[in-house]
């Protein structure tokens, strides 16, 4: 079964500065990736996912997130981060073909005015 | 206006009653799943259902139940077996077929047992 870490759980800093969420996996085969982000009070949504292809996405709101497959990872990044960013988010890996999602224990992300 | 939707939003219940917790979408998907969200834990699977009367057991099924009688409603019963039942309960759904499926997820219920 795969699953997935995400480091740094508590993540502060402030507007404008860049934010780049780590993500690694544990699965030897082909895999889908997805950032989840659950802002305050408000669903957890999709922020951006990968199936194939460019392995750089893009996803909503100016955030991105490239796969590396040698080093198992999928890293959330955004260069300039606003105070509407604070949320928390998660990194979820499904094997292919099996729709059963393992998801990383989240970061707690808070900007600063 | 589609989507999943989860009530109650809040609900509390003393030790030792079983509580269903309801979740309905009107999106046409095949498959639902039950997420059991616990600070710094994460999400984790408590059962999913990828076609209509059936469900399998994900990683933490002890102590609750399921059942899929209409495509559109999975409701979860969390039974007086569940040892630590105070939580964020998340249902999601999705399509359920071919390699790039995506799941979406409802508002959540929180459950406090007393």
């Known amino acids: 079964a795969q699953s997935v870490s995400q480091h740094n759980h508590h993540v502060i800093l402030s507007e404008a500065a860049s934010l780049e969420l780590g993500c690694n996996y544990s699965?030897?085969?082909?895999?889908?990736l997805f950032w989840y982000v659950q802002y305050p009070g408000q669903h957890l949504q999709l922020l951006l996912k990968?199936?194939?292809?460019?392995?750089l996405v893009k996803g909503i709101k100016g955030f991105e997130a490239e796969f590396i497959k040698s080093k198992f990872s999928f890293n959330l990044r955004k260069p300039s981060v606003q105070w509407s960013d604070t949320a928390e988010y998660f990194c979820?890996?499904?094997?292919?073909?099996?729709?059963?999602?393992?998801f990383g224990k989240g970061n707690q992300v808070v900007v600063i005015p | 206006d589609g989507g999943i939707t989860q009530s109650p939003k809040y609900l509390f219940r003393k030790e030792g009653q079983n509580v269903t917790l309801s979740c309905e979408q009107n999106?046409?998907?095949?498959?639902m799943y039950w997420y059991r969200q616990d600070p710094g834990q994460g999400l984790r699977l408590i059962y999913y259902?990828?076609?209509?009367?059936?469900?399998q057991k994900g990683d933490i099924a002890e102590g609750y139940s399921v059942s899929r009688e209409k495509k559109e409603s999975f409701p979860l019963t969390v039974t007086s077996a569940q040892k630590n039942p105070t939580a964020f309960y998340l249902c999601?759904?999705?399509?359920?077929?071919?390699?790039?499926?995506?799941?979406?997820f409802g508002p959540g219920t929180r459950l406090t047992v007393l």
């Open positions: 999601a759904s999705s399509m359920g077929r071919g390699f790039d499926d995506t799941q979406y």
């Open positions: 699965y030897g085969g082909t895999v889908n």
């Open positions: 990968y199936f194939s292809g460019d392995p």
């Open positions: 979820a890996v499904n094997a292919r073909g099996n729709n059963r999602l393992a």
């Open positions: 999106l046409n998907h095949d498959a």
């Open positions: 259902s990828q076609i209509v009367n059936d469900f």
